[in-house]
Structure formats: structure tokens, C-alpha cells
T-cell receptor, first 113, second 114 residues
Framework: ETGVTQTPRHLVMGMTNKKSLKCEQHLGHNAMYWYKQSAKKPLELMFVYNFKEQTENNSVPSRFSPECPNSSHLFLHLHTLQPEDSALYLC????????????FGAGTRLSVL | SQQGEEDPQALSIQEGENATMNCSYKTSINNLQWYRQNSGRGLVHLILIRSNEREKHSGRLRVTLDTSKKSSSLLITASRAADTASYFCATAAGIYNQGGKLIFGQGTELSVKP
């Protein structure tokens, strides 16, 4: 266990559905991240939250909507996704500072039909 | 542009052999980290080397850093079948780490055959 829990582990959704991914960290960290990992592609940073404030949005389409209600929880709201959005979505947390070692959840495997 | 590029993309060795993976990056860094990912799972931090360090060891892992060449290598000695995974380098840039951001390489898929 890394101290970062993601739910659900697997999700299948249609292109017209609305769903949410949840991430919770029990490490007392002050930063949380969403990454997308597609087959044969490098890890793509989507969003960064520092102290609950979004500090980075890497040109992510608006059909992905993040929410960080407190420093322990991070959500990714999904709506009208495309089949190419099928991927492994990883959440991570860290204590921002000199090292910034990131701790990852096990990920949500998303399939968009 | 991709900060970290790793080679080889895939490496297949026998148990007991050593595995070496390389990572190159483009901009100045605060530190460089290596992570491991088992298939379909999250990444796990292995080792961190600071920009003012040249070599670091942790168990069977040895990491080197050459800031003049903007490159790093990860050596796994006496590999085991359980070492089969993807390995990623990640760089933390700038004095204040740009708010915690890490830039990951494309990864090396290591297969260790028993």
C-alpha cells in the first residue's frame, strides 16, 4: 500500500455517460496530481493541485474536470468522453519541497465504448 | 517536448544478469528520480539522486548522474524474475521544483527470464 487509494479500479462507460474518478491520500501531502497513461505513450501530466489550488492544466480537454475539495481528496469528473480517452488514469501525491517524491495510486483502468 | 528519454525501450535478460537503463533529459534539474511500474499498476519510487551527486546506491540499485551530459543510468545487479517491470526516470526542474512537477521519461520495459 502506497497510502494513495483510487476508486474505482476499472470503469467502462459510454460516450454519453458522466462518471467520476476518486483519489484519496493518507500521507499528509500538500500536492496531488492526475496523470494519463496510454499504451505505448509516456505518462502525461494532466492536472496539479498545490494546497487545493490548481497550479497546472496541461491543455486538457474540458470533458475532463478536476476537483480538489481538500488536500486529501482529488476527483476527476468525466463527461462525453471519446474512445481515445481509454487509458490508465493515475493519481499521485507528494510533499512539495526539495525532493518531491511522488506516491502513486494503483490507477483506474478506463474504457470508453 | 519530452524531457526524459530512455533507452533501451525494451530489455530482455536472464536471471542473475545485470540490467542497465539510460535516461537523457533536456533542461536543468534539481533532482532525478527512478520509478518502477508493474503491469497495469501505479508507479513506485525507487531512488533519488540530487543534481550535485554523481552516484547513489540502494540495495541492488546503482544510479549515476552526469549533469554535463544531461544523462543518468540505472543499474540493477543480479536481476531476478520479480524485477520484471517498466522503469521510468523523472526529473524535477528548477530551484523550487516548479510546484512539485515531475517530468517522466518514456520508460524501459525490463523482462527478466528465470
Amino acid at each position: 500500500e502506497t497510502g494513495v487509494t483510487q476508486t474505482p479500479r476499472h470503469l467502462v462507460m459510454g460516450m454519453t455517460n458522466k462518471k467520476s474518478l476518486k483519489c484519496e491520500q493518507h500521507l499528509g501531502h500538500n500536492a496531488m496530481y492526475w496523470y494519463k497513461q496510454s499504451a505505448k505513450k509516456p505518462l502525461e501530466l494532466m492536472f496539479v493541485y498545490n494546497f487545493k489550488e490548481q497550479t497546472e492544466n496541461n491543455s486538457v480537454p474540458s470533458r475532463f474536470s478536476p476537483e480538489c475539495p481538500n488536500s486529501s481528496h482529488l476527483f476527476l469528473h468525466l463527461h462525453t468522453l471519446q474512445p481515445e480517452d481509454s487509458a490508465l488514469y493515475l493519481c499521485a501525491s507528494s510533499q512539495v519541497g526539495a525532493k518531491n517524491i511522488q506516491y502513486f495510486g494503483a490507477g483506474t483502468r478506463l474504457s470508453v465504448l | 517536448s519530452q524531457q526524459g528519454e530512455e533507452d533501451p525501450q525494451a530489455l530482455s535478460i536472464q536471471e542473475g544478469e545485470n540490467a542497465t537503463m539510460n535516461c537523457s533529459y533536456k533542461t536543468s534539474i534539481n533532482n532525478l528520480q527512478w520509478y518502477r511500474q508493474n503491469s497495469g499498476r501505479g508507479l513506485v519510487h525507487l531512488i533519488l539522486i540530487r543534481s550535485n551527486e554523481r552516484e547513489k546506491h540502494s540495495g541492488r540499485l546503482r544510479v549515476t548522474l552526469d549533469t554535463s551530459k544531461k544523462s543518468s543510468s540505472l543499474l540493477i545487479t543480479a536481476s531476478r524474475a520479480a524485477d520484471t517491470a517498466s522503469y521510468f526516470c523523472a526529473t524535477a526542474a528548477g530551484i523550487y521544483n516548479q510546484g512539485g512537477k515531475l517530468i517522466f521519461g518514456q520508460g524501459t520495459e525490463l523482462s527478466v527470464k528465470p
